[in-house]
């Protein structure tokens, strides 16, 4: 009996496109969430001089600078993604809509490993507002 290989699944390049600029959105959405968060770290910095809360404070100010590069780097790799589509397309105009791609699960695990990351830390960054402010 002959073993069967598991294929990934395949998807039409719409679909594709569709999720790389829902991604896209939902990151650059957190970039400017980030950039508010931060600002709200300088004012906590402007008003308490304790170590402890500074070493809070600069545990939230790594994880911000950390998870901006972390939605960088999806960032370009999503592009990367889209530009290989991008260049397919070009070189085959003809039906390009009927052909299935391969699909694109491991960035879309990336995408859904940093949203939770990103919950993980609003949550913990509002314990740490509340405390604070």
């Known amino acids: 009996m002959k073993k069967e290989m598991a294929r990934s699944p395949r ?17 650059n959405f957190f970039k400017e969430e980030y950039k508010f968060f931060t600002n709200r770290l300088e004012e906590i910095a402007s008003r308490y001089t304790k170590a402890e809360v500074m070493k809070e404070l600069e545990h939230f100010q790594n994880q911000l600078y ?12 999503i592009k990367a993604n889209e530009h290989e589509l991008a260049t ?22 990336q995408v859904s490993i940093n949203r939770d990351i990103v919950t993980q830390f609003k949550s913990e960054y509002q314990r740490f507002l509340a405390k604070w402010m």
Do not use: C
């Not at 719409?14 to 999720?19: A, N, S, T, V, Y």
């Open 11 to 27: 998807m039409h390049i719409d679909d594709l496109h569709f999720e790389h600029e829902q991604w896209k959105r939902e990151l």
């Open 66 to 77: 950390i998870q901006n590069n972390a939605i960088d780097q999806l960032l370009h790799d």
């Open 88 to 109: 397919y397309a070009e070189s085959h105009p003809v039906a390009v809509d009927r052909v299935l791609f391969e699909d694109h699960e491991p960035l879309r695990e």
